[in-house]
């Protein structure tokens, strides 16, 4: 009689590279660990690795795993932002609350999808304090007090706005963080100077303000999905740096 087969999986949540990419930096490591095998799964707009090991001595094969695992992580670092269940929302709000630190979130082009998934994670109120949706300028200037001067020279598309945002609802919100969204979803609005997909993400921190430009492609939803996609990581990516020399 032969032995029962067991087999372990375990998903490995990427964002930031493509999926060629992602099978360059380790497709020489899956030939190495007998028993085990890879899949590539698109997830717009993040992909997932889903590994699984089968063998008929469990202990080995859980070793298999998790050796596989660690050297995946080597290689991918700060791109893999969680395993398994994890979403980027639950991993940012793990990061906040362990860290004791809260956060408010100024949106324009997202139209409060950064605030609908922070709160998709139970128990967010303990670090999620405020969330504005100012997707007029006549809002920017009322609610955070966005100069009208600025708005009428630069535009509410501009990095200037974009950091006056993220500065603003962090001191409205007496938050360690505030994150500002501003852009062009369309498919109407684009210019050429700023055309549909240019945005400006605002991630305000105790150490200081970062912008950053991006021209993303897709429908307006896809668009508004990847804005606040990077929103959340660059805050994940700026928590993670908490507390590192």
Known sequence: MKD????????????????SEIENRISDLIPKFE???????PCFPEHHLHVTVKGTVRHLIKTVLEDFISKV?????????????DTLESVV?????????????????????IGHRITNVSGSSDYFKLG???YSNKAKSQVLNVGEDMLARYGAV????ARAMGESVKRLGKTDYGI?????AGPTGGTPEKPVGTVYICVSSPGGTHVEHHLFKGNR???KTMTSQVALDSLRRSLLKMGKT
């Open 93 to 113: 709000g793990h990061l906040l609350r362990e860290k004791n630190l809260t956060l408010s979130v100024a949106e324009s082009c997202t139209g409060g999808l």
């Open 73 to 85: 992580t080597e290689r991918l670092g700060e791109f893999i932002y969680g395993y398994d269940d």
């Open 180 to 184: 500002a969204t501003t852009g062009i």
């Open 35 to 41: 028993g085990l095998s890879v899949s590539y799964l």
């Open 4 to 19: 029962r087969p067991f087999v372990l999986t375990k998903v490995v949540k990427i964002f930031g590279l493509r999926e």
């Open 221 to 223: 939803l896809e668009i």
């Open 158 to 161: 501009s990095e200037l706005v």
């Open 132 to 134: 504005v949706v100012v």
